[in-house]
C-alpha cells in the first residue's frame, strides 16, 4: 500500500467520505495490505452497533415467472428452458411459518415480476404472516411496481423493501437491461419506497459485463446519497441460457473490498454475504461477514423448487432443507467468532 492509498483509506475511515475520483484511484490502486487495513477498520465500527452478531432473514423464492429480460439473469423471461414456478400462498404463508419455528423474525419474499402477485394477493400473503406472527418483520424483493401499489403493500403491514438499484450509471444500466426497462422508473421506485417508509435496500452485482471502475465509484456515491437501510452486492455470475453466458464472472476479492468500504460509508448499513458470494467461493460469506458484512439469507423456499429458482449457474444451498441450511450456517459464523442472532435485526438506532 503506498502513501497516497493510505492517505485516501485513511480519509475514508475518518469520514465515510471520498470523491468519485478518489473511490476509482482507491480500488485501481488496491492490493492485499489496503484490503487487509479496510476490512479491519469495517470490523472495528461495526462492532461499534452491532458487536459480533449477524442477522439471518429467511429467503422464500415466490415465484420464478418475470415479465422483465434483464440480460444477466438467468429467470429472463425469453429463457425458454426454464422451468416455471409458482408457489401458492398458502406454501408462501406456511414457509415463513416454519421459518419463525426455526427462530427467523425476518422473512424475505422474493421473485421474478408475476403479474399474478397482484397487490390484493400480496397484500393478504402480507396480512395472513403478521396475523400469525405480528413480531415478524416482513421484507419483500418483488421488483418494480407503482407508487400506489408500494403504498398499498406498506400498509398491509410490509416492513421492507430490497430493489438493487443495480448499477447507478443509465448509460450502463442500458447495457444490462433491455430498453423497455428504464433506469429513471428503477430511481424512481427506490425514491417512493423510502418515502413511504420502508428500510430499503439497494444495491449492485460485482463485475457484471461492462462495468468500469468508474461505474463501480458511481455505486458507492449513490450509496453515500442514498443512505439504504440496507445494500446488497455480490458478484455477477454468468448464466447459461443467457446472452451474458460466455462473460467472465466477478471476483470475490473485489466484491468483499466493497463490502468494507460499504461499511465505513454507512456503519450501520445491514449488509449481507450473499449467496452469490458463496457461490463463487466455498467460504465466501465467512470472506463476507470478515470484511464487513453483517446478515445472512438462508434459503426457506420448499427444496423441490430451489433448483429452479436459478438466477445464475452453480447456486448453492439448493438441496438443503431449511433447518439444514440454518444449522450450516450458524455452525460456519461460530467457526469465525460471530453468532447467529435471530432477532428482527433492524437498523441500528442512534444512541
Ligand atoms: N449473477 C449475480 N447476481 C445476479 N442477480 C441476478 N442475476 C444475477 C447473476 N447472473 C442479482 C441481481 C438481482 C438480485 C435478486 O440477484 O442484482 O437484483
Ligand atoms: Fe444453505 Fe449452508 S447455508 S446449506
Do not use: W
Not at 479491519?40 to 461499534?48: L, Y
Not at 450502463?172 to 423510502?194: A, I, T, V, W
Not at 463485475?207 to 463501480?216: D, F, H, V
Not at 439504504?228 to 458478484?235: N, S, V
Amino acid at each position: 500500500m503506498n502513501d497516497a492509498i493510505k492517505a485516501l483509506a485513511d480519509r475514508l475511515i475518518a469520514t465515510g467520505h471520498l470523491s468519485k475520483e478518489e473511490y476509482c484511484a482507491l480500488i485501481d490502486g488496491r492490493d492485499a495490505e489496503t484490503a487487509e487495513y479496510l476490512a479491519k477498520a469495517a470490523v472495528a465500527v461495526r462492532q461499534r452497533y452491532y458487536g459480533t452478531k449477524v442477522f439471518v432473514r429467511g429467503l422464500v423464492e415466490i415465484s420464478n415467472i418475470c415479465k422483465n429480460d434483464c440480460t444477466y439473469c438467468g429467470i429472463r423471461r425469453s429463457n425458454r428452458n426454464c422451468e416455471r414456478y409458482r408457489l401458492t400462498a398458502e406454501e408462501i404463508v406456511d414457509c415463513a411459518v416454519e421459518g419463525y419455528r426455526l427462530g427467523m423474525r425476518t422473512v424475505v419474499l422474493q421473485g421474478g415480476e408475476d403479474r399474478h402477485f397482484t397487490d390484493d394477493v400480496v397484500c393478504g400473503i402480507v396480512r395472513s404472516i403478521k396475523g400469525k406472527h405480528p413480531d415478524m418483520a416482513v421484507t419483500l424483493s418483488l421488483g418494480e411496481r407503482s407508487r400506489e401499489s408500494y403504498r398499498a403493500l406498506r400498509e398491509a403491514g410490509a416492513d421492507r423493501y430490497l430493489l438493487r438499484h443495480e448499477t447507478a450509471s443509465e448509460e450502463h444500466y442500458g447495457k444490462l437491461h433491455p430498453p423497455e426497462m428504464s433506469y429513471q422508473n428503477r430511481m424512481r421506485c427506490l425514491r417512493d419506497l423510502k418515502e413511504l417508509g420502508y428500510q430499503t435496500g439497494c444495491g449492485f452485482m460485482v463485475g457484471s459485463p461492462y462495468q468500469t471502475t468508474e461505474n463501480l465509484a458511481g455505486d458507492l456515491a449513490f450509496v453515500e446519497a442514498f443512505q439504504p437501510e440496507m445494500c446488497g452486492i455480490g458478484p455477477f455470475i454468468p448464466h447459461h441460457e443467457t446472452p451474458f453466458a460466455n462473460e467472465p464472472a466477478g471476483s470475490v476479492e473485489l466484491t468483499c473490498f466493497l463490502l468494507s468500504i460499504i461499511r465505513l460509508i454507512s456503519p450501520k448499513v445491514l449488509l449481507p454475504a450473499t449467496t452469490a458470494l458463496g457461490t463463487m467461493h466455498p467460504q465466501g460469506r465467512e470472506l463476507g461477514i470478515l470484511a464487513g458484512a453483517n446478515v445472512l439469507m438462508p434459503n426457506l423456499s420448499p427444496v423441490g423448487v430451489r433448483k429452479q429458482y436459478e438466477l445464475y449457474d452453480n447456486k448453492i444451498c439448493t438441496g438443503e432443507e431449511s433447518a439444514q441450511c440454518i444449522a450450516c450456517l450458524a455452525a460456519r459464523v461460530a467457526a469465525i467468532g460471530y453468532e447467529i442472532v435471530t432477532d428482527r435485526g433492524d437498523f441500528a438506532k442512534d444512541e
